[in-house]
């Protein structure tokens, strides 16, 4: 249910980026649709060699079912194909014209192209408070005054919001929420004042299609397939609820389980189409990608300005100089070397990327239907693929001699710390992994630095003030300063969050050390409490004594719910398919278990009290289950404050 365009509850990210197109080298593009063409061996033959061949190999080997492929160039559709299945049951194969696959994520370009015609319209404006626009009721607090969250925030990421999953789908399909129930139902925090770093947030983009649905009059789907996908002849497309899809013939999506490919879950309601409901097929995603490298018109249908096509292609919002970051509703994006602008989807059985290449006139789409085994977001397929096309088509012109890290003589900072994903949710259970984000900074004593975390593991070297490069040239990370005083970082390769500098209250160990002290204490009173049972049982306690065995096993039930609630959590973590459906269904199984819990631990609470004024036990007796109370209560306020106890 969820994007997780990027995104899935590991905080795993699923793209890389690095430097920005030269604005000059794309507007040259626009103006000579051959430019830079020169070079290159792009033709439909060739294009087509390539993925007949390449394709089925990485299907076999990541065991995926199928994917279909689209590539565009000099303004004409170069190939569309499909390879594997579509439906394994049916042995319906995966076909470029008819199967429209869930391009997740990839909507989001769809909803900012569907805002950018709003904006040519005059109807709204981009750097306006958003709350202009929203209904009363779904409104964004003012926690941040003098500093509205604006449409500009919200296609860049930049808004500061958390990134709430609780709530985006439903359990039964007749039950959806409209867009505006939903946002009114499930209020994203303001974590960070807008404009300070960039935030991963679907609730950004559900918002922006609440404002399409509110300026234009419209349901958001209407409008979508009235304004943009009839205009291009998308007519194998649609912004569709999952079960919707499935009866128009959409591929299925499976997931690897055992050895064996298992149908993803289908039979739920999306509650947020803006942020990834679209199914496509492999001919109508290039209609749109051509439509996009034609500055907004395609066969004499024009979906946007010039202007508005070429301000969703430019750079909008980096948290700092240098820094890769975003246009609208498009990610600049490193791939074999070379700058793109793209858009990654992922869903539970599905994953999609685009990338356009507006310099060289190019677009490329890759969707598939499975997670493969072993699910690798970094290496799954449409990713093998885009990386494999460039490097064979349209490579890198750089010095591969530049390609290693050089030192430069640059003054110290005092950069060492902890720093957490700025892409989370504060608003559910997911939060609780936004927590295993992090990375930590140790400065060497020479310049250098050494990072851990995040999948960073090697020396860093400086190259300018606040900008550090990996020794093997394969990444660089450059520092976020506010008034003077670094707050966060960003990596090159990650361009859809950055990392916030933490105080020791906040950082990870912190809470896992307190969550690990509570059950060990915890697993210290099962053995007492077995032991009250059994004397219970036997009826070897007098009635003073009765009291203080109920006080052993009230404590002791209360442990057993929250070890075998994180039992739970550590067996979910390996199937984050269900466990991204129990989140976006706000399944009671992830709070239930520790709202019971907390309400035992009141009790808890009072049989510490007790045991003190009536000496229930001896001293050593009532500090050990002083200290289980103790642990009761931080395991519980740790779950509090990662929402895994209910409240009204």
Request: aromatic share 8%; glycine share 10%.
């Amino acid at each position: 249910m969820m994007n997780t365009a990027g995104r899935g509850l590991t905080a795993v990210l699923l793209l890389l980026a690095v430097l920005l197109s030269a604005t000059a080298g794309t507007a040259r593009a626009q103006e000579d649709p051959t430019a830079g063409s020169s070079d290159r061996d792009l033709d439909t033959e060739s294009v087509t060699a390539f993925f007949d061949r390449r394709t089925p190999e990485l299907l076999e080997e990541k065991q995926v079912p199928g994917t279909v492929v689209s590539v565009v160039a000099d303004g004409r559709p170069l190939m569309a194909q499909g390879y594997g299945y579509a439906d394994l049951e049916e042995r319906k194969p995966a076909a470029p014209e008819e199967s429209a696959f869930l391009t997740a994520s990839l909507t989001k370009t769809v909803t900012a192209t569907a805002i950018l015609q709003l904006v040519d319209a005059g109807d709204v404006d981009l750097h306006t408070d958003v709350n202009d626009y929203l209904p009363d009721d779904t409104a964004l607090a003012d926690t941040h005054p003098g500093q509205p969250v604006t449409l500009h925030h919200l296609l860049t990421h930049s808004a500061g919001l958390d990134d709430p999953a609780w709530g985006i789908g439903t359990d039964d399909p007749a039950e959806v929420l409209s867009l505006r129930e939903y946002v009114r139902e499930t209020p994203a925090k303001r974590l960070h004042p807008p404009g300070r770093f960039t935030a991963y947030t679907n609730y950004g983009y559900a918002l922006v299609g609440l404002v399409v649905e509110e300026v234009s009059g419209q349901p958001y789907e209407k409008y979508v397939h009235e304004h943009i996908l009839d205009p291009l002849g998308m007519a194998g497309s649609g912004v569709l609820q999952p079960s919707e899809a499935l009866e128009r013939g959409s591929a299925r999506q499976y997931h690897r389980v055992d050895g064996e490919d298992r149908r993803a879950r289908t039979d739920y309601g999306l509650n947020a189409p803006p942020m990834g409901g679209m199914y496509a097929t492999a001919a109508d995603f290039g209609r749109f990608m051509l439509a996009h490298l034609n500055d907004g018109e395609l066969d004499g249908q024009r979906i946007l300005s010039q202007d508005s096509a070429t301000a969703m292609r430019e750079r909008q919002f980096s948290a700092a100089s240098g820094m890769p970051g975003s246009g609208y509703g498009m990610w600049e994006l490193t791939v074999a070397g070379r700058t793109v602008l793209a858009h990654g989807g992922d869903n539970n059985g599905a994953h999609a990327i685009f990338a356009l290449v507006p310099e060289e006139n190019v677009g490329v789409f890759v969707a598939t239907n499975g997670d493969g085994d072993p699910p690798d977001p970094a290496e799954d397929v449409p990713t093998l693929l885009l990386e494999e096309f460039f490097a064979e088509f349209l490579p890198s012109q750089a010095d591969p001699a530049s390609s290693s890290a050089e030192a430069a003589d640059v003054p110290e900072r005092d950069y060492s710390g902890t720093y957490r994903t700025t892409w989370a949710s504060r608003s559910g259970p997911e939060s609780l992994f936004s927590l295993l984000d992090h990375v930590t900074v140790r400065q060497s004593g020479d310049g250098t630095l050494a990072i851990s975390g995040a999948g960073a593991g090697q020396h860093w070297l400086p190259v300018e003030p606040g900008v550090f490069a990996a020794e093997d040239g394969s990444d660089r990370v450059t520092f976020i300063e506010d008034d003077g005083t670094v707050t966060g970082l960003g990596f090159d390769s990650n361009v859809t969050q950055n990392y916030q500098r933490v105080a020791w209250h906040a950082h990870p160990a912190t809470h896992l050390g307190v969550v690990a002290a509570g059950l060990l204490l915890m697993v210290s009173m099962l053995g007492w409490s077995a032991t009250a049972l059994v004397r219970r049982l036997r009826g070897q306690r007098s009635r003073r004594c009765r009291a203080a065995s109920g006080a052993r096993l009230l404590a002791g039930a209360t442990g057993l719910v929250c070890l075998g609630f994180t039992g739970m959590m550590v067996s979910l973590a390996g199937r984050e398919d269900v466990l991204n459906v129990l989140i976006g269904v706000r399944s009671p199984l992830l709070v239930a278990p520790l709202t019971v819990a907390a309400a035992l631990a009141l009790g808890v609470l009072a049989c510490a009290a007790l045991a003190w004024r009536h000496a229930w036990w001896g001293l050593a007796g009532r500090v050990h289950y002083s200290l289980v109370t103790v642990g009761l209560v931080a395991f519980l306020g740790f779950a509090y404050h990662h929402n895994l106890i209910w409240t009204p």
